[in-house]
């Protein structure tokens, strides 16, 4: 990791651009007639935590095992590190470290064991490797638990061993699928720390979340895709100001008073969304929209004024259907 570090401040110092880490043209991924990518256009800086976001089928995982080698391109360009993944493939996959969305630890083995065996994967050895399991132990906060099995360990512990497994090569790239599904939400925050701490080091990260305020927690840009292509791009803030309001109003009613509430809160919002269950509306003043509700004589069981959130521009760009 340090490795990395001096390497980019040396970069800079030299004063030459710094070429994007992943560049992508009119990227198309086809099975049979099937296309999952469509023609898409990204590009990853060095030391960029970048978000890939979208529905289930919208071509997020197609995307990332393409830049990952592991799946051919069908057509367009794709460059990864200035190389080719059609002809350059081994060459790329030593210089990532990839976190899986499901667990692939030997839980027969034990922590230390997992790392040894999966250092050795890349020709790494003796003193050398015996460090760096001690750094990645210590940064994953797992050294008092180095000769426990993998199988008793809680998922947090797994995910968080599985980050320090991919990161035994010292990647330039790190590509993570769903890092944090299925934990609780102090597991949540604890390997968020960890992702931070890396960005902070200079990786590069690539990461595929369902959850909206992870990315904005860790993302420094994003796209947003849905049916194989991207239908938006920016910062989390950018995408919020572009695609929302500043606040959000969230209103429930009574069983039955909804069905005719909707006409009477016209014009109190740049955009009412009404749902089965409540009305949103979306302005950039909240309490005024509050006050104006309470003076036309609307009366809902709960009032909740948020702020915008990304959640609320990834449904909007994407629809709220359920896609299995």
């Not at 197609?62 to 057509?75: C, D, F, G, N, Q």
């Not at 014009?267 to 509306?281: F, S, T």
Request: charged share 30%; net charge negative.
């Amino acid at each position: 990791m340090q490795q990395q570090q001096a390497a980019g401040a040396r970069s800079e110092a030299s004063g030459h651009e710094v070429r994007p880490l992943v560049t992508a043209h009119t990227l198309t991924k086809r099975f049979d007639e099937f296309v999952a990518v469509d023609g898409v256009d990204f590009a990853i800086a060095r030391g960029e935590a970048f978000g890939f976001l979208g529905p289930n089928g919208a071509g997020k995982t197609s995307t990332m095992r393409m830049i990952a080698s592991v799946s051919p391109v069908t057509s367009g360009e794709l460059r990864v590190f200035d190389m080719d993944p059609a002809t350059q493939g081994p060459e790329i996959r030593a210089r990532l470290g990839v976190v899986p969305q499901d667990d692939t630890l030997d839980t027969e083995l034990t922590v230390n064991e997992n790392l040894y065996i999966y250092g050795r994967y890349f020709g790494i050895g003796g003193r050398v490797l015996k460090e760096r399991i001690e750094e990645l132990l210590d940064f994953v906060q797992l050294k008092e638990r180095r000769d426990s099995k993998v199988e008793p360990l809680s998922g947090g512990m797994k995910r968080r061993l599985t980050i320090a497994r991919a990161l035994i090569n010292e990647p330039d790239l790190l590509i993570l699928d769903e890092p944090t599904t299925g934990l609780d939400p102090q597991a949540r925050h604890a390997l968020w720390d960890r992702l931070y701490r890396l960005k902070q080091r200079g990786v590069t990260l690539i990461i595929t979340t369902h959850y909206m305020d992870e990315a904005e927690q860790l993302c420094d840009r994003l796209v947003v895709m849905d049916q194989a292509r991207i239908v938006a791009e920016g910062s989390p803030a950018a995408l919020i100001a572009r695609h929302s309001t500043r606040e959000v109003v969230e209103l429930r009613f009574a069983a039955g008073y909804q069905d005719n509430v909707v006409d009477r809160l016209e014009g109190l919002a740049k955009r009412i969304e009404e749902l089965p269950d409540r009305v949103l509306l979306y302005t950039d003043n909240g309490d005024d929209a509050v006050s104006q509700i309470h003076e036309r004589g609307v009366m809902p069981e709960t009032i909740i004024v948020r702020r915008s959130s990304l959640e609320d521009v990834f449904l909007r760009l994407t629809g709220r259907r359920l896609i299995d």
